[in-house]
Protein backbone atom coordinates (compact mmCIF):
# COMPACT_ATOMS: atom_id res chain seq x y z
CA UNK A 1 0.00 0.00 0.00
CA UNK A 2 1.14 3.74 -0.84
CA UNK A 3 1.21 6.17 2.31
CA UNK A 4 -1.66 8.53 1.17
CA UNK A 5 -1.04 12.03 0.55
CA UNK A 6 -3.40 14.70 2.43
CA UNK A 7 -6.62 14.48 3.68
CA UNK A 8 -9.27 16.98 4.88
CA UNK A 9 -10.82 14.52 7.16
CA UNK A 10 -11.08 15.55 10.66
CA UNK A 11 -9.26 12.69 12.24
CA UNK A 12 -6.07 13.89 10.71
CA UNK A 13 -2.97 13.55 13.42
CA UNK A 14 -1.53 16.67 13.78
CA UNK A 15 0.92 16.07 16.83
CA UNK A 16 3.69 12.74 16.01
CA UNK A 17 5.74 11.85 19.28
CA UNK A 18 7.96 10.39 16.87
CA UNK A 19 10.09 8.63 19.10
CA UNK A 20 13.25 7.71 20.18
CA UNK A 21 12.67 4.10 21.50
CA UNK A 22 13.19 3.36 24.87
CA UNK A 23 13.48 7.12 25.91
CA UNK A 24 9.75 7.91 28.02
CA UNK A 25 7.60 8.11 24.68
CA UNK A 26 4.98 5.94 26.49
CA UNK A 27 4.99 8.41 29.80
CA UNK A 28 5.16 11.04 27.38
CA UNK A 29 1.66 10.00 25.37
CA UNK A 30 0.31 9.23 28.63
CA UNK A 31 0.57 12.35 30.38
CA UNK A 32 -0.18 14.47 27.44
CA UNK A 33 -3.42 12.39 26.53
CA UNK A 34 -4.63 13.83 29.78
CA UNK A 35 -4.39 17.31 28.85
CA UNK A 36 -8.36 18.20 27.91
CA UNK A 37 -6.64 19.88 24.48
CA UNK A 38 -4.95 17.05 23.25
CA UNK A 39 -6.10 13.28 22.02
CA UNK A 40 -3.77 10.42 21.83
CA UNK A 41 -4.19 7.10 19.84
CA UNK A 42 -4.62 3.85 21.55
CA UNK A 43 -2.59 1.99 20.12
CA UNK A 44 0.21 4.82 21.00
CA UNK A 45 2.30 3.39 18.42
CA UNK A 46 -0.15 2.45 15.27
CA UNK A 47 3.36 2.53 12.75
CA UNK A 48 1.44 3.96 10.07
CA UNK A 49 4.12 5.61 8.41
CA UNK A 50 7.89 4.83 7.39
CA UNK A 51 7.35 2.30 4.62
CA UNK A 52 11.18 2.11 4.12
CA UNK A 53 10.99 -0.28 7.15
CA UNK A 54 9.66 -3.78 7.18
CA UNK A 55 7.41 -4.58 10.47
CA UNK A 56 4.91 -7.22 11.13
CA UNK A 57 2.89 -5.22 13.46
CA UNK A 58 1.99 -2.15 11.11
CA UNK A 59 -1.29 -0.96 10.51
CA UNK A 60 -1.72 -0.92 6.49
CA UNK A 61 -5.33 0.50 6.40
CA UNK A 62 -6.18 4.39 6.03
CA UNK A 63 -9.55 3.57 6.89
CA UNK A 64 -8.44 2.04 10.50
CA UNK A 65 -5.78 4.08 11.13
CA UNK A 66 -7.70 7.22 11.23
CA UNK A 67 -10.67 5.56 12.78
CA UNK A 68 -8.06 5.85 16.23
CA UNK A 69 -8.81 9.64 16.26
CA UNK A 70 -12.32 9.57 16.08
CA UNK A 71 -13.13 9.65 19.41
CA UNK A 72 -10.44 13.19 19.54
CA UNK A 73 -13.99 15.28 19.98
CA UNK A 74 -12.53 19.60 20.34
CA UNK A 75 -9.58 18.02 21.02
CA UNK A 76 -6.77 20.68 19.24
CA UNK A 77 -4.46 18.22 18.64
CA UNK A 78 -4.72 14.92 17.93
CA UNK A 79 -1.34 12.86 18.75
CA UNK A 80 0.09 9.32 18.23
CA UNK A 81 3.35 8.25 19.34
CA UNK A 82 5.13 5.09 17.22
CA UNK A 83 9.29 5.42 18.13
CA UNK A 84 10.11 4.02 14.81
CA UNK A 85 9.05 7.34 12.67
CA UNK A 86 12.80 8.61 14.18
CA UNK A 87 14.69 5.91 12.93
CA UNK A 88 13.18 5.45 9.25
CA UNK A 89 14.39 7.32 6.42
CA UNK A 90 10.93 7.94 4.97
CA UNK A 91 8.53 8.95 8.09
CA UNK A 92 9.05 12.71 7.61
CA UNK A 93 7.76 13.39 4.53
CA UNK A 94 5.06 11.25 4.32
CA UNK A 95 4.03 12.53 7.04
CA UNK A 96 4.36 16.11 5.87
CA UNK A 97 2.21 14.83 2.57
CA UNK A 98 0.11 13.71 5.18
CA UNK A 99 -0.25 16.65 7.99
CA UNK A 100 1.63 19.78 6.41
CA UNK A 101 1.15 21.51 9.48
CA UNK A 102 1.88 18.87 12.29
CA UNK A 103 3.90 19.16 15.17
CA UNK A 104 7.10 17.16 15.89
CA UNK A 105 7.72 15.64 19.46
CA UNK A 106 11.13 13.88 19.82
CA UNK A 107 12.51 12.45 22.90
CA UNK A 108 16.71 11.45 23.26
CA UNK A 109 18.26 9.26 25.67
CA UNK A 110 21.50 8.13 26.56
CA UNK A 111 22.11 6.08 23.16
CA UNK A 112 24.02 3.21 25.28
CA UNK A 113 21.08 3.11 28.01
CA UNK A 114 18.86 2.95 24.91
CA UNK A 115 20.61 0.00 22.81
CA UNK A 116 21.07 -2.16 25.95
CA UNK A 117 17.29 -1.21 27.15
CA UNK A 118 16.04 -1.77 23.76
CA UNK A 119 17.99 -5.45 23.27
CA UNK A 120 15.77 -6.75 26.53
CA UNK A 121 12.89 -5.60 25.27
CA UNK A 122 13.70 -7.48 21.63
CA UNK A 123 14.56 -10.44 24.00
CA UNK A 124 11.28 -9.81 25.84
CA UNK A 125 9.13 -9.80 22.43
CA UNK A 126 10.80 -12.64 20.35
CA UNK A 127 12.65 -9.60 17.69
CA UNK A 128 16.35 -10.98 19.29
CA UNK A 129 17.38 -13.96 19.82
CA UNK A 130 20.67 -13.60 21.29
CA UNK A 131 20.68 -13.66 25.03
CA UNK A 132 24.15 -12.01 25.46
CA UNK A 133 24.25 -8.26 24.34
CA UNK A 134 27.49 -8.52 23.42
CA UNK A 135 26.46 -11.05 20.81
CA UNK A 136 23.68 -9.02 19.52
CA UNK A 137 25.92 -6.47 18.95
CA UNK A 138 28.43 -8.53 17.31
CA UNK A 139 25.98 -9.85 15.19
CA UNK A 140 25.30 -6.66 13.57
CA UNK A 141 27.78 -6.82 10.36
CA UNK A 142 25.97 -9.95 9.35
CA UNK A 143 22.32 -8.77 10.12
CA UNK A 144 23.13 -5.71 7.97
CA UNK A 145 24.03 -8.11 5.16
CA UNK A 146 20.64 -9.68 5.82
CA UNK A 147 22.03 -13.01 7.83
CA UNK A 148 21.27 -14.01 11.42
CA UNK A 149 18.12 -12.82 11.27
CA UNK A 150 15.85 -14.64 14.34
CA UNK A 151 13.51 -16.96 13.09
CA UNK A 152 10.48 -14.86 14.83
CA UNK A 153 12.21 -11.18 14.11
CA UNK A 154 9.20 -8.78 13.73
CA UNK A 155 11.39 -5.93 12.89
CA UNK A 156 14.72 -7.00 11.52
CA UNK A 157 15.95 -3.15 10.59
CA UNK A 158 15.54 -2.42 14.43
CA UNK A 159 18.53 -5.42 15.35
CA UNK A 160 21.59 -3.30 13.75
CA UNK A 161 21.60 -1.13 17.46
CA UNK A 162 24.25 1.03 16.51
CA UNK A 163 22.35 2.93 13.78
CA UNK A 164 19.11 3.09 15.56
CA UNK A 165 21.00 5.68 18.30
CA UNK A 166 22.20 7.83 15.64
CA UNK A 167 20.31 10.92 16.88
CA UNK A 168 22.00 13.88 14.87
CA UNK A 169 21.14 12.83 11.20
CA UNK A 170 17.89 11.55 12.19
CA UNK A 171 16.46 14.66 13.94
CA UNK A 172 18.24 16.92 11.06
CA UNK A 173 16.11 14.79 8.85
CA UNK A 174 12.90 15.98 10.11
CA UNK A 175 14.27 19.13 10.98
CA UNK A 176 14.71 19.60 6.33
CA UNK A 177 11.61 18.87 6.39
CA UNK A 178 8.83 20.66 8.77
CA UNK A 179 11.53 23.21 9.73
CA UNK A 180 13.45 23.38 13.28
CA UNK A 181 10.59 25.40 14.91
CA UNK A 182 7.92 22.36 14.44
CA UNK A 183 10.20 20.10 16.48
CA UNK A 184 10.71 19.68 20.27
CA UNK A 185 13.47 17.60 21.82
CA UNK A 186 13.04 16.14 25.26
CA UNK A 187 15.94 14.68 26.54
CA UNK A 188 15.27 11.73 29.20
CA UNK A 189 17.52 12.82 32.04
CA UNK A 190 15.52 16.01 32.25
CA UNK A 191 11.92 14.29 31.78
CA UNK A 192 12.81 11.84 34.65
CA UNK A 193 14.17 14.26 36.70
CA UNK A 194 11.66 16.91 36.48
CA UNK A 195 8.72 15.44 34.22
CA UNK A 196 6.84 18.65 35.48
CA UNK A 197 8.76 20.80 33.89
CA UNK A 198 9.91 18.94 30.57
CA UNK A 199 6.16 18.51 30.51
CA UNK A 200 5.50 21.83 30.65
CA UNK A 201 7.96 22.87 28.24
CA UNK A 202 6.18 20.62 25.44
CA UNK A 203 2.80 22.26 26.03
CA UNK A 204 4.21 25.90 25.94
CA UNK A 205 5.80 23.80 22.31
CA UNK A 206 2.32 23.33 21.34
CA UNK A 207 0.23 26.47 22.89
CA UNK A 208 -1.70 24.94 24.63
CA UNK A 209 -2.46 25.50 28.53
CA UNK A 210 -0.03 25.41 30.83
CA UNK A 211 -2.30 24.28 33.66
CA UNK A 212 -3.27 20.89 33.35
CA UNK A 213 -1.63 18.67 36.03
CA UNK A 214 -1.40 15.07 34.85
CA UNK A 215 -1.34 11.77 37.12
CA UNK A 216 1.90 10.56 37.11
CA UNK A 217 2.40 7.34 37.23
CA UNK A 218 5.10 4.44 36.08
CA UNK A 219 4.60 3.48 32.96
CA UNK A 220 6.56 0.41 31.07
CA UNK A 221 7.80 -1.06 34.40
CA UNK A 222 10.65 -3.35 33.66
CA UNK A 223 10.73 -7.22 33.26
CA UNK A 224 13.28 -10.05 32.68
CA UNK A 225 12.63 -13.34 31.09
CA UNK A 226 13.98 -16.49 32.84
CA UNK A 227 13.98 -18.77 29.49
CA UNK A 228 14.80 -17.01 26.49
CA UNK A 229 14.36 -20.05 24.75
CA UNK A 230 10.97 -20.80 26.60
CA UNK A 231 9.99 -17.02 25.60
CA UNK A 232 10.79 -17.84 21.92
CA UNK A 233 8.79 -21.12 22.03
CA UNK A 234 5.85 -19.55 23.69
CA UNK A 235 5.86 -16.79 21.06
CA UNK A 236 6.54 -18.59 18.35
CA UNK A 237 6.62 -22.35 17.94
CA UNK A 238 7.90 -25.03 15.42
CA UNK A 239 4.42 -26.10 15.33
CA UNK A 240 1.52 -23.89 15.55
CA UNK A 241 0.33 -25.63 18.45
CA UNK A 242 -1.50 -22.72 20.14
CA UNK A 243 -4.51 -22.60 17.35
CA UNK A 244 -5.97 -25.98 17.68
CA UNK A 245 -9.01 -24.69 16.10
CA UNK A 246 -7.19 -25.20 12.83
CA UNK A 247 -7.65 -28.84 13.04
CA UNK A 248 -10.70 -29.10 15.69
CA UNK A 249 -14.40 -29.43 13.98
CA UNK A 250 -16.14 -26.04 15.46
CA UNK A 251 -18.19 -26.51 17.83
CA UNK A 252 -18.20 -26.01 21.90
CA UNK A 253 -15.85 -28.47 22.14
CA UNK A 254 -13.42 -26.50 19.97
CA UNK A 255 -13.72 -23.49 21.24
CA UNK A 256 -13.76 -24.92 25.04
CA UNK A 257 -9.69 -26.48 24.25
CA UNK A 258 -9.15 -22.92 22.22
CA UNK A 259 -9.95 -21.22 25.53
CA UNK A 260 -7.60 -23.61 27.38
CA UNK A 261 -4.70 -23.59 25.74
CA UNK A 262 -4.76 -20.14 25.12
CA UNK A 263 -5.14 -19.83 29.36
CA UNK A 264 -1.99 -22.23 29.73
CA UNK A 265 -0.15 -20.21 27.37
CA UNK A 266 -0.59 -17.34 29.01
CA UNK A 267 0.00 -18.65 32.39
CA UNK A 268 3.50 -20.04 30.92
CA UNK A 269 4.21 -16.65 29.58
CA UNK A 270 3.99 -15.07 32.65
CA UNK A 271 5.64 -17.46 34.89
CA UNK A 272 8.56 -16.99 32.81
CA UNK A 273 8.68 -13.18 33.38
CA UNK A 274 9.94 -11.79 36.68
CA UNK A 275 9.04 -7.69 37.52
CA UNK A 276 12.79 -6.57 38.11
CA UNK A 277 15.47 -4.41 36.88
CA UNK A 278 18.10 -6.00 34.14
CA UNK A 279 21.57 -6.84 35.74
CA UNK A 280 23.62 -4.19 34.77
CA UNK A 281 25.72 -3.65 31.69
CA UNK A 282 29.19 -5.39 31.77
CA UNK A 283 31.85 -2.19 32.37
CA UNK A 284 34.08 -3.14 29.71
CA UNK A 285 31.40 -3.09 27.14
CA UNK A 286 30.26 0.18 28.54
CA UNK A 287 33.67 1.48 27.78
CA UNK A 288 33.79 0.27 24.41
CA UNK A 289 30.15 1.51 23.17
CA UNK A 290 31.05 4.74 24.70
CA UNK A 291 34.26 5.34 22.38
CA UNK A 292 32.24 3.90 19.96
CA UNK A 293 29.14 6.06 20.31
CA UNK A 294 31.56 9.65 21.41
CA UNK A 295 31.47 11.14 17.99
CA UNK A 296 28.23 11.24 17.31
CA UNK A 297 27.29 12.42 20.62
CA UNK A 298 29.37 15.19 20.06
CA UNK A 299 28.11 15.87 16.91
CA UNK A 300 24.60 15.53 18.29
CA UNK A 301 25.50 18.36 21.34
CA UNK A 302 26.22 20.82 18.65
CA UNK A 303 23.14 20.31 16.80
CA UNK A 304 20.80 20.81 19.63
CA UNK A 305 23.56 22.98 21.25
CA UNK A 306 23.79 21.17 24.60
CA UNK A 307 26.39 19.24 25.96
CA UNK A 308 25.39 15.86 26.38
CA UNK A 309 28.67 14.40 26.23
CA UNK A 310 28.87 13.43 29.85
CA UNK A 311 26.93 10.49 28.34
CA UNK A 312 30.06 9.46 27.01
CA UNK A 313 32.95 10.41 29.15
CA UNK A 314 35.36 8.00 30.60
Not at 46 to 72: K, N, Q, T, V
Request: glycine share 6%; charged share 25%.
Amino acid sequence: MTTPTTTKRKTVPNLFLVGAAKCGTTAMASYLGQHPEIFFSTPKEPIFFGRDLEHAWRLDDLDGYLSLFEEAGDARYLGEGTVWYLYSRRAAEEIKAFSPDAKIIVMLRNPIDVIYSLHGQFLFSGNEDRASFEQALAAEARRRRGGAIPRAAHFPAGLLYSEVVRYREQIERFAEVFGRENIEVVIYDDFAREPQESYCKVLEFLGVSTDHQPEYAVVNSARVIRSVALHRWLIKPPVDIWNPGRWLPEGRLGHALQWRVQTLRSRLYDMNLQQRRRPAMRPETRAQLKQRLAPEVESLSRLLDRDLTGWVAA
